[in-house]
C-alpha cells in the first residue's frame, strides 16, 4: 500500500475521475509491481479489503482466477465501485472463472443497472465465442426496447453485445445495424483518429471490411 501511494500521481487521477475512476497509479507502473509480485492470491484478497481502487486493480491481476466462489465474486462485483475496477473484474477475473455461465445468467437478470451491465459484458463473450443456446433474436428485441434509456454503463454494455451480434452473425447483422441506426447510441461519441467508432453500425461495418 506504501508502494502504490508513492506511485499516486494526482494528474491522473484527474483525468481518470472524468470517466468515474479514481485511482491515481500509473497502470503500467501498476502491471509492473503485478510481474513483479506472480500470482499471490492470499495477497490479492488482502489488497481488495483495502476498498483502494489501485490496490484493487493489482489484485486483480495477482488472483488466481479459479480459485473464487461465485458469492465471493458476486460480492466483489457489487463492491467494485468504479468501472475499471469492475471492467477488469469481469474480463480478468470472472471470464477465467468456472462460474462464469452462472453469474452471467444472474447478474444479466438483476434490477441493478450496473450488475446487470456485467452480465452483458459477459453474454457478449459467449456471443463471440460459444453462442450455442443464446437467443440472438432475443437479445436483439430486449436492446431495441431498452438500450435507448438505459444507464449509461449497461447501454455501453448492450451496444457492444448489438455490435458483437453484427459482426460475428451475418444472419443477424441487417438487423442490427438497423436497431444501431434507429436509436443512434453512441453516434456522437467522440473517438480519436485512427479508432473505431463504438457507434454500433460504423463498428459493425469496420470489422467486417478488416475480416475480408
Not at 10 to 21: A, C, F, L, Q, S
Request: charged share 30%; net charge neutral; aromatic share 6%.
Amino acid at each position: 500500500m506504501a508502494e502504490l501511494a508513492a506511485l499516486a500521481d494526482p494528474k491522473i487521477r484527474e483525468v481518470n475521475e472524468r470517466h468515474g475512476d479514481d485511482h491515481a497509479v500509473n497502470l503500467g507502473k501498476l502491471r509492473a509491481i503485478a510481474k513483479r509480485l506472480k500470482t499471490r492470491q492470499d495477497l490479492a484478497r488482502e489488497l481488495w479489503e483495502t476498498g483502494d481502487s489501485a490496490a484493487r486493480l493489482l489484485a486483480l491481476l495477482v488472483c488466481r482466477p479459479k480459485a473464487f466462489e461465485a458469492d465471493e465474486l458476486d460480492r466483489m462485483l457489487r463492491e467494485a465501485r468504479t468501472p475499471k475496477v469492475q471492467d477488469w473484474l469481469v474480463n480478468y477475473v470472472v471470464k477465467k472463472s468456472p462460474h462464469a455461465e452462472g453469474l452471467r445468467v444472474t447478474w444479466f437478470a438483476d434490477p441493478h443497472p450496473v450488475v446487470a451491465s456485467a452480465g452483458w459484458a459477459l453474454t457478449v463473450e459467449r456471443v463471440s465465442r460459444k453462442p450455442e443456446g443464446l437467443d440472438l433474436a432475443g437479445l436483439l428485441d430486449v436492446i431495441e426496447a431498452e438500450m435507448k434509456d438505459a444507464h449509461e454503463r449497461l447501454q455501453w454494455a448492450m451496444n457492444h453485445c448489438l455490435a458483437q451480434i453484427g459482426i460475428d452473425h451475418p444472419g443477424h447483422r441487417a438487423r442490427a445495424v438497423a436497431i444501431g441506426e434507429r436509436l443512434e447510441v453512441l453516434k456522437d461519441y467522440p473517438t480519436s483518429p485512427g479508432c473505431t467508432s463504438p457507434y454500433a453500425p460504423v463498428w459493425i461495418e469496420e470489422m467486417v471490411r478488416r475480416s475480408g
